[in-house]
């Protein structure tokens, strides 16, 4: 199952990652995108763009009109929340003017401490 992984950690711990993927040379199971805050994170992915990917998820590629058919929303307001998904590498776009969600599957990681 291919899954993203979205968590929250500095830039500097997200980049530690790379040298080691880089020197193993190994498909990874799952992708992950990071964020730099939670509050980036929930900025990124809104309850609304959250309900955008559960109706993408599976569905393969599909139209922005489509899109906006399936969670019953304004297509100009799902072109926009489509954008930022592109934009932040949760969505690609496919030929044809469509957009897919190419992961089976989300997790979110991040931990709340007291300051």
């Known amino acids: 199952m291919k899954t993203v992984i979205l968590d929250v950690r500095s830039p ?3 980049m530690a990652d790379f ?6 040379r190994k498909a ?3 992708a992950r995108i990071s964020f730099a805050t939670p ?3 929930w900025r990124v992915l809104t309850a609304k763009r959250w309900e955008l990917l559960k109706a993408l998820c599976g569905a393969g590629p599909v139209s922005i009109r489509e899109a906006a058919r399936r969670v019953r929303r304004d297509v100009k307001a799902v072109h926009g ?3 930022a998904l592109l934009s932040a590498g949760l969505l690609i776009r496919t030929p044809g003017a469509g957009v897919e ?3 089976e599957a989300v997790r979110v990681e ?3 401490q007291a300051a």
């Open 12 to 14: 500097s711990d997200a």
């Open 19 to 24: 040298p080691r993927a880089w020197k193993s």
């Open 28 to 30: 990874q199971r799952s």
């Open 39 to 41: 509050e980036l994170l």
């Open 81 to 83: 929340d489509i954008t």
């Open 101 to 103: 969600f190419p992961f």
């Open 110 to 112: 991040f931990l709340l």
